[in-house]
């Protein structure tokens, strides 16, 4: 799983569509790393507590600090690296989430194989 995760972060960046993790993209605040966010693929990333409320409607995601930091990292390390981190299942889900709804949004489409990435 963590594999998948790694490489759709890396197609994002690729892509040009990385999403803001580490501070929000309306007010540039940066995130505690234990913060929970608000991921809005409109914004292009995790927006804070004080700019979530005000920013237009959309479709939101909670994420934690924790999914936060499996994106981070998993977009970071490479193989071996890679293959040590723990997955929690929960930051997993919450990550996995985070770029079902991102590749969605950012590529206009929702792609079939979406349905069968996600976690049980």
């Given at each position: 799983?963590?594999?998948?995760?790694?490489?759709?972060?890396?197609?994002l960046?690729?892509?040009?569509?990385?999403?803001v993790?580490?501070?929000?993209?309306?007010?540039?605040r940066?995130?505690?790393?234990?913060?929970?966010?608000?991921?809005?693929?409109?914004?292009?990333?995790?927006?804070?507590?004080?700019?979530?409320?005000?920013?237009p409607?959309?479709?939101?995601?909670?994420?934690?600090?924790?999914?936060?930091?499996?994106?981070?990292?998993?977009?970071?390390?490479?193989?071996?690296?890679?293959?040590?981190?723990?997955?929690?299942?929960?930051?997993?889900?919450?990550?996995?989430?985070?770029?079902?709804?991102?590749?969605?949004?950012?590529?206009?489409?929702?792609?079939?194989?979406?349905?069968?990435l996600?976690?049980?």
């Amino acid at each position: 799983p963590g594999d998948v995760i790694a490489f759709d972060v890396r197609l994002l960046g690729l892509l040009g569509f990385a999403p803001v993790l580490d501070r929000c993209p309306e007010c540039g605040r940066r995130h505690s790393p234990e913060a929970a966010t608000c991921f809005r693929p409109a914004a292009g990333g995790c927006l804070c507590a004080a700019c979530a409320p005000a920013a237009p409607p959309g479709r939101d995601l909670p994420l934690t600090g924790a999914g936060r930091r499996l994106l981070r990292q998993l977009g970071r390390l490479a193989g071996a690296d890679r293959d040590r981190l723990e997955l929690e299942a929960r930051p997993l889900a919450e990550a996995r989430k985070t770029l079902n709804l991102a590749l969605t949004w950012w590529l206009e489409a929702e792609l079939p194989m979406l349905r069968y990435l996600l976690p049980p």
